[in-house]
């Protein structure tokens, strides 16, 4: 195994890119994982790893993980400690890095006129994301479709989906309207998650065909035009003064509802 | 208005402390607010704004909720822009900043029999705690129960609560297993949120009476010392490989579950 303890080097340079940057990981059809377990899980998921990076203590101290990566791996490279805090989001990292191929997702039209889903819209904090993936996952949605730069495989988003991102259809699209026109048209039930208590109560609507229900940004929720193309204004009843939820606990309870 | 231009001077440090600090917080009975929505919100709840901080630009440009805020603080200081960037914990602070005299929560034996509750059991990331504040306020909980050192005045909690913290009973235990024993005297239902797909699906549950459902750490779940003091192990059924839930959206829906 090579090793690498240059923070400068040029493989580290790039692997540091990844995971900052959503225009370079779509040019490159890659993404940047870090941790032993999520690592682990991509292998057993069938991600493509290209390259993976581990520090000489991770190598026996998460070998039953590490073991698994290195078999079904690209290139593997043995780093130093330091190197790996260069490429850590945290600040006791485990040392177990890779670069891997972005998954094929499919496509708006591969949508299941039964199916359930979230379609998540200008989320802005990864971390939401990935928590709502890790819901839809556990909640046996088919699948999540994400718009307006939604990036699944920003690392934050990463580490909270828990692995679940790299397992579930995540459908991204830079149109939602024409995805919810197309579901209208399919006989799908399009709805629009609104903070308004006179919108219609979750508890109410009929989930017996396909649904996408659509969830907003955090501070100013769902534009005006996917309000308006879907087919009805929901709401989860709010009471006091709490004017709305958290995006990903607005997004647990809403799909909560579609597979009750 | 007194000016402040020097990040050294003491009433900045101390604010600084505050907002770091768990253990001043709790010696002092003060909190440290920053926002000027939330601190005009807690204006409004009736905390005790002892001082307050504003920018130049703040006190105009937030002129609707700093005037209320002024009305009712005890000292007000202008502060500078370095000051200001100083005390706060975003890239762009507003400029406005309270310290505020912590809320009389209530006592564990205020806890009504008839009530709904969540209790969280050593939550660790404060965002988790604010966004489960502000489902519970939201759903319309009786309160929040939290132990652990789960402290609700951490300024990521208080941010990520959007004031429901401030407004919500929250009563704030050391010893959850003797609160648990108190409420099955009472008559209470006391439920263990775990991740098991064994334990009692959530959805057949009576919720009749007084409930409280625990909800564990993230990385652990609940103890074992409180699972086994509730009077029943409860779970949101999972599919797929997922193996749990982020704790906010756990929280939600299982506090969805109990005012349903």
């Known amino acids: ?40 899980d991509a292998v057993q998921t069938g991600i493509v790893i290209k390259q993976a990076f581990f520090t000489a203590k991770a190598l026996w101290k998460y070998s039953d993980y590490v073991d698994d990566i290195i078999a079904k791996s690209g290139i593997c490279y043995e780093i130093s400690a330091e190197v790996s805090q260069k490429l850590s989001g945290t600040e006791n990292p485990q040392g177990v890095f890779c670069i891997c191929e972005a998954k094929k997702q499919p496509d708006a039209d591969e949508i299941r006129p039964d199916g ?4 998540l819209e200008n989320l802005q904090d990864p971390s939401n994301l990935g928590a709502v993936c890790r819901s839809a996952e556990a ?12 990036d699944i495989y920003n690392p934050k988003a990463l580490r909270a989906a828990m692995g679940s991102s790299l397992r579930m259809n995540v459908v991204s699209t830079e149109n939602l309207g024409d995805l919810i026109d197309s579901a209208n048209s399919k006989g799908m039930l399009t709805l629009a998650s609104v903070p308004r208590n006179t919108a219609t109560d979750i508890r109410t ?5 396909g649904v996408i229900c659509c969830v907003g940004n955090e501070g100013s ?40």
């Open 1 to 40: 195994m090579e090793k690498i303890t240059a923070r400068t080097n040029d493989k580290i340079k790039y692997a540091v890119r990844l995971g900052e940057s959503a225009s370079l990981r779509k040019e490159a059809g890659e993404f940047f994982l870090e941790g032993a377990r999520l690592c682990s």
């Open 116 to 119: 359930k889903y979230i379609a």
């Open 139 to 150: 909640l046996g949605l088919d699948g999540l479709i994400v718009s307006g730069g939604c």
């Open 205 to 209: 609507v009929s989930m017996n065909g």
């Open 221 to 260: 929720g769902l534009t005006a035009e996917t309000i308006e193309k879907c087919k009805l204004q929901v709401v989860i009843p709010m009471s006091g003064r709490a004017e709305s939820f958290n995006a990903s606990a607005a997004a647990a309870i809403l799909a909560w509802e579609l597979m009750r």
